[in-house]
Every structure is written in C-alpha cells, then in structure tokens.
C-alpha cells in the first residue's frame, strides 16, 4: 500500500513540475507584450571603458584641444599637449616615468608608450614625443626620445634610451636598439635600423605637413565627443520620474 502511494505522488509531482516549466515561456511572453518602451527613450551605450587612470599622486593631463580616441588608456604620469592626438585603441602607460606627447604630434591606432625607471645607456628614461612628429600605428616606444618633425613608420620599436634627432624618417617596421641614435636629416630602416640615405630638402619640408593633416582631421573626430559626456541627460530623466527638481 504504501509504495502505491509513493509512486502516485511521485507522477503528481513530476506532472505539477512539468506544467510549471511549460507555462514559464509563455507566462514570460506575456509580460515582455505588457511592456511598453517609451517613444522618447536614448539607447545609451556604457560599455567604454575607463580613459584616465590615476596612479598615485598622479594624474594624466591632456590639453583642451587635444584629440584622446574613447578607447584610449593614458595612466599615470602622461602629458598630451595642445594640438596632439592620440588615436583608438592606444596605451600610453606612465607608471614609472613620464610620457609627453608634444604639440601638433599624433600616436596613431593601436601604439604602446611606455618608461623604465631608468635607462641602461643613462640617457633620459621618460618617453618624449616632441612636436611636430607622427608615430605609425602599432609602433612600441619604451624611455625613448623623438625630437621635432620626426615620422616613425608603423610597426616600429623603439627601445631604452634610443634617440631620434630632428627631420629624421624610420621606414616601417624598423627597430631601433637601445642607446642607438638616428641622426638629424636622415632615413633610416630594418631591424636593426640602418642607415638608408640623406632626406631631400623637400621632404624634411614635408614632415611637419603630414602632422598639422592628422592634427586637422582629428578635429573632425573631435567634434563628435562632448568633452564631459551626454550622462547628464540620463540623470536628470532619472530625477524627473523621482519627481526631484534639477
């Protein structure tokens, strides 16, 4: 007797459990039917991530007219002065030096600037872009100089203590070794960079050129960012339905 009873309320509740699980789509159907999205709703997209990291008693600092991509990480001790860019996807990580990025120079997509504590040479361990230079996208500099109206090609390497001297050229791909120097005026290439040939005339002209172009174009992209986000407008949509004046 008793193990009849067992086997009737084990299929009453194996019968119960089964309806339960068929009716949750449907009951979730209906409420999703229920609900109505407002007209005047903003699809807002949160998933950026954090583009000025504080480390310590620092903190990057970027100049009003400077153009910073969103998804850019700038951390630490960096400086991005008026008129430079830097573009998407870049990381400039000044955790044990400093790192500038001179005026009207630009670090294209998908670059890594980084310092040592110091350099083996004994030059200068911080990374310095100075003005007028434009970095190739995918280049790595590490505690590395650039002086004035320099292009470094893309997928370049730049090591400690390396120096690159005014109207110089690295074709793309090169890597420059530690303590090495690219003298001014010159068009260096290879891994390990070699000297290649003298630049002309013209084409030490052209150098500053091709930054004040990316610098005019980042201004196009500049324009599509307010410079302290459109959250605002979320929060005070939320104070309104909580009925808290603005």
Not at 58 to 79: E, F, M, R, S
Not at 196 to 224: C, G, M, Q, W, Y
């Amino acid at each position: 007797m008793a193990a009849a009873l067992a086997r009737i309320s084990r299929k009453a509740l194996s019968s119960s459990h089964l309806n339960l699980v068929l009716q949750r789509p449907l009951a979730t159907e209906a409420a999703s039917k229920s609900i109505t999205e407002s007209a005047d709703r903003v699809r807002w997209d949160y998933r950026g991530q954090r583009k000025i990291i504080p480390l310590g008693q620092w903190l990057p600092k970027i100049a009003v007219d400077a153009y910073v991509a969103p998804n850019v990480v700038l951390a630490g001790q960096v400086t991005v002065y008026d008129g430079a860019s830097v573009w998407a996807g870049s990381v400039l990580r000044g955790d044990l030096n400093k790192i500038t990025v001179g005026f009207c120079s630009n670090v294209q997509e998908r670059c890594v600037l980084h310092a040592a504590w110091s350099s083996p040479t004994g030059l200068p361990a911080d990374t310095s872009i100075e003005r007028y230079v434009t970095v190739g996208a995918y280049s790595l500099l590490r505690s590395c100089t650039i002086e004035p109206e320099c292009i470094i090609g893309q997928h370049s390497i730049l090591m400690e203590g390396s120096l690159v001297e005014t109207q110089a050229i690295l074709e793309a791909g090169s890597v420059v070794p530690p303590g090495r120097r690219i003298p001014t005026g010159e068009l260096w290439a290879g891994n390990p960079a070699r000297f290649v040939r003298t630049l002309t005339h013209e084409e030490t002209l052209e150098i500053p050129k091709l930054a004040v172009a990316i610098n005019d174009l980042s201004k196009e992209h500049f324009t599509e960012f307010l410079p302290y986000s459109t959250v605002y407008l979320e929060v005070e949509k939320f104070k309104k339905s909580l009925g808290i004046s603005i």
